[in-house]
C-alpha cells in the first residue's frame, strides 16, 4: 500500500500548526502552564490572535498537541532503540535512559506542578502516556535481558515491569519530587541503578556497571 501525498495546500496549512506548536515548548517547561498565555504567544510569533485561535482554539488544545508531538517522538526513538540489532541489553538500557532522561531534564517540578494545579486533565495525559509506554519499552527490554542472560532468570517480567510503573509514577509526581528535592532527571538516573541492580544476573551487573561509565560520559544533549 503507497502512502498518501500530502497536497502543497495541506502541507502549508500544517506549515504555521508546526511552528506554533514549537514556540512555546521553552516557556511551558522552564516557566510553566499559568506562565504561557495566547496573547503572549501570538506577539511572539508575530500572527493575530485570531490566525492563532484558527489553529488551536485554546491553550489547552495547544498544549495538548504538544504533549502528543513531544510523546510520539518519544515512542519513536524509544522504538529504534529497541529494534536496533547491533545494540546488547545493556547498551539498549544505557539508550533508554538517555531518550527518557533528555525529556525529564527539560520537565521541571515546579512545572509539573503548575500543570497538575491549573490543567490537571493535561497532567493526567502525560500519566496516560506513561502508563501506556512503561510496559511496552520495559516489558521489551527486560525480555531481551532474560534472552541474553543479562537479567535474573526467575524474574516475571509483568511483574517487574508493573513495579517499575508504579515506583516511576510516584517518583515523578510533583509531591514526590518536592518531598526527594531532585530533578526529574536524577529521580530517573536514581530508580534506575537501584532497579535494574536487583534485577540484573551477576553477568549482567558486569556488563550494567562497564556500560554506567559510558552513559555518565556523555550524557544527553
Known amino acids: 500500500m503507497t502512502r498518501p501525498v500530502s497536497s502543497p495546500a495541506s502541507s502549508a496549512a500544517a506549515a504555521p500548526a508546526a511552528r506554533i506548536r514549537h514556540a512555546p515548548r521553552a516557556r511551558l517547561f522552564t516557566s510553566g502552564y499559568s506562565a504561557l498565555t495566547m496573547d503572549e504567544l501570538a506577539h511572539e510569533l508575530g500572527m493575530s490572535k485570531k490566525t492563532l485561535y484558527r ?39 544505557c539508550g533508554l535512559i538517555d531518550v527518557v532522561g533528555s525529556n525529564l531534564a527539560l520537565a521541571s517540578p515546579g512545572m509539573l506542578h503548575d500543570l497538575q494545579r491549573f490543567a490537571p486533565q493535561l497532567y493526567q495525559k502525560i500519566d496516560d502516556l506513561r502508563q501506556r509506554n512503561v510496559p511496552y519499552v520495559f516489558g521489551r527490554l527486560i525480555r531481551t535481558g532474560l534472552a541474553e542472560g543479562k537479567v535474573r532468570p526467575e524474574i516475571d517480567p509483568a511483574f517487574a515491569v508493573e513495579f517499575w510503573l508504579q515506583a516511576i509514577r510516584g517518583l515523578v509526581h510533583p509531591d514526590g519530587l518536592e518531598r526527594t528535592q531532585l ?12 532497579f535494574f541492580g536487583g534485577l540484573l544476573s551477576p553477568a549482567g551487573r558486569r556488563d550494567y556497571d562497564k556500560h554506567l561509565a559510558s552513559c555518565e560520559k556523555h550524557p544527553p544533549v
Open 55 to 93: 489553529h488551536f482554539r485554546s491553550k489547552d488544545e495547544l498544549i495538548d498537541a504538544i504533549i502528543d508531538e513531544i510523546g510520539q517522538a518519544i515512542r519513536d526513538r524509544m522504538d529504534s532503540v529497541l529494534s536496533d540489532p547491533k545494540l546488547d541489553f545493556t547498551q539498549k538500557l
Open 183 to 194: 530533578t526529574p532527571r536524577q529521580t530517573l538516573e536514581r530508580a534506575v541503578h537501584l
